[in-house]
């Protein structure tokens, strides 16, 4: 069993009730969640112009391989109504289930990157992160989460709920 970071996003309906669907979903095909972060609201990053996110962060123990984790994750997200074939890259979603890391390894296929590609871009994504595993230090970049934060160049605003 190996840890992962998933980050859930959403902004289209009920934002706070998409994503305790998707983390039901989770532990019901994926494997039991040990701890969440808090919810954000964060402003969209990347296409501005759209609703607002609700975003957090889960942590989980994986019997998958990282090609089967993110199967599941895309399986869960149709589920919750995404249409990734019909939106555009940053567009409105109801659910969006980000794989951020797992454990420390470097994954290059393709289909999928891990640590997220992006992660030391997006406050939206660290943030969370940093709440969960502060001591967490990303494999590429050698670096620790809030080092990574501090040196952000994401200046969109990012919220803790209270919720």
Known sequence: ?????????????????NIHQAI????KNIGKI???SSMYESEPWGN???DSFYNQAVLLQI?????Q????????ELELGRDRKAAQKW??????IDILIIGSKIINTPNLK???PELQNRNFALIPLMELLPEYEHPVLNKPIDELYFDSNDELEVLKLEI
């Open 48 to 50: 501005q112009d759209q």
């Open 1 to 17: 069993m190996e840890s992962a970071v998933l980050l859930l996003g959403s902004n289209i309906g009920d934002k706070a009730a």
């Open 114 to 116: 891990v640590p997220h």
């Open 34 to 36: 040990s701890q969440t």
């Open 69 to 76: 984790l993110l199967a599941k994750c895309q399986a869960i």
């Open 63 to 67: 019997k998958e391989t990282p090609e």
């Open 91 to 96: 567009a409105a979603r109801t659910i969006d």
């Open 24 to 27: 039901q979903l989770i532990q």
